[in-house]
């Protein structure tokens, strides 16, 4: 008897002492939790932003916010827009769908009128249970497939980018077309419209610390798409004498009779500056710079917001440049071709757990981030997108990705590859350039007898592409 009794007292003691604590409990259970519940995405926009940041390699540029984030994050040096035009370029990347001639032609171009049947990247979000918020410009137009991919009403501060200050009193005002394509008024940033985007996008995150909600954040910001309006002090980060100014102004050799650039400066009041002129370069690149500035200083203000509440250890991040831009070079001002400093994009993507603090030469393009951040946060893909994701390369940023990427704009195709840039204009003109060669694209080598199985190679790829794009009905 004595023996049975001290049998069941050990089994007891055994269970006792095997049985987890109530905290470990709870601590483990706190742990899963954590682990199934859905990542958050915060995607920002940024207008005319083209890869000249000290991330980039510009040191002349005061980025300290992204450059910061960049380090936290994974640069992607090779990223490409599908359309060298700001609305063609959000509906193509938002739809996950190529352009095509006929479709996301220019900065009107809406995805509910081009692709009515398409899901949205918020869209799909939202249907898998997020909260999809879009703050300032993420679409061209705020209206834009408003109720199938928003959780509430697109949110933009009045006057857009039409915001400007009565340099008498300083006064805001709303304008109703185009003015002076520059303003440096002596005021702090409460008055500019990425200012309020950024403090819109702050008090929604906080909401959402509140609530627990799983969100899809949107935050578009203006600059630095002229004209260029940004406060003093942000002028004041760059001495203009010492402004290096574009040693290419002149049109590439050989270039096509429909090669042209962006006519959209052209719209503005060059106050006493004429076009051409030294002066002019050097006053439209001050602008651009202390634009970026400007609107690094709203990011950086986001990005803190982030983590104080605690919500970036959960969150994937993707920081995203609508299109290039060309500050002067061969004489252009702006987007609106197939070169390749209008097509080349800045993408900084943070991903908890994955890549940070380094770069990638991996060839990707904007249709790619659509079905990355679906598989990232476990979202079903509609079957017709046309990118592909990337999450492979934020585990191994060495490996390689695409061959090529593909761009379109009116009148001409585009293939980029690791080393060349290629365009077929709807004339039958080319355009063929070596980027390890020539990387500033200053001749155009298509006619040239050594090049002909690269051309051959380049519209292999170009009718696969076009092929592809032209597969959605």
């Known amino acids: 008897m004595n023996k049975f009794l001290i049998c069941i007292g050990s089994a007891i ?38 890869p000249e940041l000290g991330c980039y390699g510009a040191p002349q540029i005061k980025s300290p916010n992204i450059d910061q984030f960049a380090k936290e994050a994974l640069v992607f040096n090779r990223a490409y827009c599908n359309v060298p035009v700001c609305g063609a370029s959000r509906a193509s990347l938002l739809t996950g769908i190529l352009p095509t001639k006929t479709r996301f032609i220019d900065y009107k171009a809406k995805a509910q009128e081009d692709v009515p049947n398409a899901k949205t990247l918020p869209g799909v979000f939202k249907e898998a249970g997020y909260t999809c918020i879009s703050n300032g410009k993420i679409f061209h137009y705020n209206k834009d497939v408003q109720e199938a991919s928003w959780s509430r009403n697109p949110w933009m501060p009045p006057g857009g980018h039409r915001v400007a200050y009565d340099p008498t009193t300083n006064d805001v005002l709303m304008k109703s077309g185009n003015g002076r394509i520059y303003e440096a008024p002596d005021v702090d940033e409460t008055g500019y419209p990425d ?33 260029f309006y940004a406060p003093k002090k942000y002028w004041d980060l760059y001495d203009r004498a010492t402004i290096e100014i574009a040693d290419n102004r002149e049109l590439p050799e050989n270039a096509p009779s429909l090669l042209r650039g962006s006519g959209e400066f052209k719209s503005y009041s060059f106050g006493d500056y004429k076009p051409k002129t030294e002066a002019f370069h050097k006053m439209m690149r001050h602008g651009y710079y202390a634009c970026v500035s400007y609107v690094d200083q709203m990011v950086g203000e986001v990005l803190r ?29 702006g987007k609106h071709n197939t070169l390749h400093k209008a097509l080349q994009v800045p993408l900084i993507v943070k991903v908890p757990g994955k ?16 079905p990355t951040l679906c598989e990232l946060a476990n979202v079903k893909v509609p079957d017709y997108v046309m990118g592909k994701s990337f999450t492979s390369v934020l585990d191994n940023p060495k490996q390689a990705f695409r061959t090529n990427a593909y761009a379109r704009f009116k009148k001409a195709d585009a293939i980029v590859t690791e080393e060349f840039t290629y365009s077929l204009f709807e004339n ?10 020539d990387p500033k694209e200053n001749k155009n080598i298509a006619a040239d007898d050594s090049n002909t199985s690269v051309l051959e190679t380049m519209r292999a790829a170009l009718k696969a592409k076009k092929e592809l794009a032209s597969s959605y009905k």
């Open 355 to 370: 890549a940070k603090g380094t770069e990638t030469k991996a060839l990707v393009e904007s249709v790619d981030i659509y």
């Open 13 to 50: 003691l055994l269970l006792v002492a095997c049985k987890p604590k109530e905290n470990a409990v709870v601590t483990q259970k706190q742990s899963q939790n954590q682990d199934q519940k859905p990542k958050n995405v915060l995607f920002i926009a940024i207008d005319d932003l083209r």
């Open 305 to 333: 917001e982030l983590e104080v509440l605690g919500l970036a250890e959960n969150t994937i991040v993707v920081l995203w440049g609508d299109h290039g831009w060309h500050l002067g070079e061969h004489e252009f001002w």
């Open 195 to 227: 200012y309020k985007i950024a403090q819109k996008t702050i008090s929604d995150l906080r909401r959402f610390k509140a609530s627990g909600e799983s969100f899809f954040m949107a935050c578009g910001f203006f600059r630095p798409h002229m004209p």
């Open 428 to 437: 039958g003109e080319e355009m063929l350039y070596n980027l390890k060669k």
